[in-house]
T-cell receptor
Framework: DQQVKQNSPSLSVQEGRISILNCDYT??????FLWYKKYPAEGPTFLIS?????DKNEDGRFTVFLNKSAKHLSLHIVPSQPGDSAVYFC???????????FGTGTRLTVIP | DTAVSQTPKYLVTQMGNDKSIKCEQN?????MYWYKQDSKKFLKIMFS???????INETVPNRFSPKSPDKAHLNLHINSLELGDSAVYFC?????????????FGNGTRLTVT
C-alpha cells in the first residue's frame, strides 16, 4: 500500500530547460514533504522540503510546489544542468512520526 | 569524514547464512534508521532507534535484528538469509525522530543472496 507515488519512472530534459517532477500522496495526515536526490551507488541526499502550511518553497534552482487539495507536489528545476541527472525521490511524513514514506523515484536525465 | 558510513558496501552470501551490516554516524544525531530498497526501487523503513531505544519496528521478519550499542551505531543482523532478502539496505540518521528533520543516508549495502 504505497502512500507516496511517483508515476513517472523517468524524464529526459534538454540542458537549460525546466524539469518538472511530480509526486502524489494518499495520506491526508502528511504535513511535511521532502525531495531527495540519488546518484548511483550513493545514498539519497536531501534536496528541499516544504511543510503543509506553505504552498511553495524555493532554494536556488529548485522549487517545490504543494497542492494540498489535490494531494500533489512537484519539484521544478530551472535551468536544468547535466549534473542534475539522478534519481529523485519524493518523501512524506506526519509531524511526530518517526518515519518517512518514499515514492519509487523518477530518473531524470538532462541532455547536454 | 563520512557522515553516515555503512559496511560492507557489497555482500554476497548463500541462503541460510547469517550476516551483519554495520552503520556508524558521526553527526551527533539521536535517531538512526534502517531502510530497505527492494527490486522495485521502493524505499521502506525497517527500524528506527532513538538514543539506543527501538522506536519503530515495521513488519519485518524476526530474522532481522537491529542492535544499537550506542547512539552513534546501529547494526543490522540477519539470520537464515533467504533469496527475498536480496536488496539494498540503507542506514540513515536524523537529529530528531519526528520525521521533519531530513534524514542523512549512508551509501547503502547491496545484499545478494544466492
Amino acid at each position: 500500500d504505497q502512500q507516496v507515488k511517483q508515476n513517472s519512472p523517468s524524464l529526459s530534459v534538454q540542458e537549460g530547460r525546466i524539469s518538472i517532477l511530480n509526486c502524489d500522496y494518499t495520506n491526508s495526515m502528511f504535513d511535511y514533504f521532502l525531495w531527495y536526490k540519488k546518484y548511483p551507488a550513493e545514498g539519497p541526499t536531501f534536496l528541499i522540503s516544504i511543510s503543509s502550511i506553505k504552498d511553495k518553497n524555493e532554494d536556488g534552482r529548485f522549487t517545490v510546489f504543494l497542492n494540498k487539495s489535490a494531494k500533489h507536489l512537484s519539484l521544478h528545476i530551472v535551468p536544468s544542468q547535466p549534473g542534475d541527472s539522478a534519481v529523485y525521490f519524493c518523501a512524506a511524513s506526519e509531524t511526530g512520526a518517526n518515519n518517512l514514506f518514499f515514492g519509487t523515484g523518477t530518473r531524470l536525465t538532462v541532455i547536454p | 569524514d563520512t557522515a553516515v558510513s555503512q559496511t560492507p558496501k557489497y555482500l554476497v552470501t548463500q541462503m541460510g547464512n547469517d550476516k551483519s551490516i554495520k552503520c556508524e554516524q558521526n553527526l551527533g544525531h539521536d535517531t538512526m534508521y534502517w531502510y530497505k530498497q527492494d527490486s522495485k526501487k521502493f524505499l521502506k523503513i525497517m527500524f528506527s532507534y532513538n538514543n539506543k531505544e527501538l522506536i519503530i519496528n515495521e513488519t519485518v521478519p524476526n530474522r532481522f535484528s537491529p542492535k544499537s550499542p550506542d547512539k552513534a551505531h546501529l547494526n543490522l543482523h540477519i539470520n537464515s538469509l533467504e533469496l527475498g532478502d536480496s536488496a539494498v539496505y540503507f542506514c540513515a540518521s536524523s537529529p530528531t525522530g519526528t520525521g521533519i528533520s531530513p534524514l542523512h543516508f549512508g551509501n547503502g549495502t547491496r545484499l545478494t543472496v544466492t
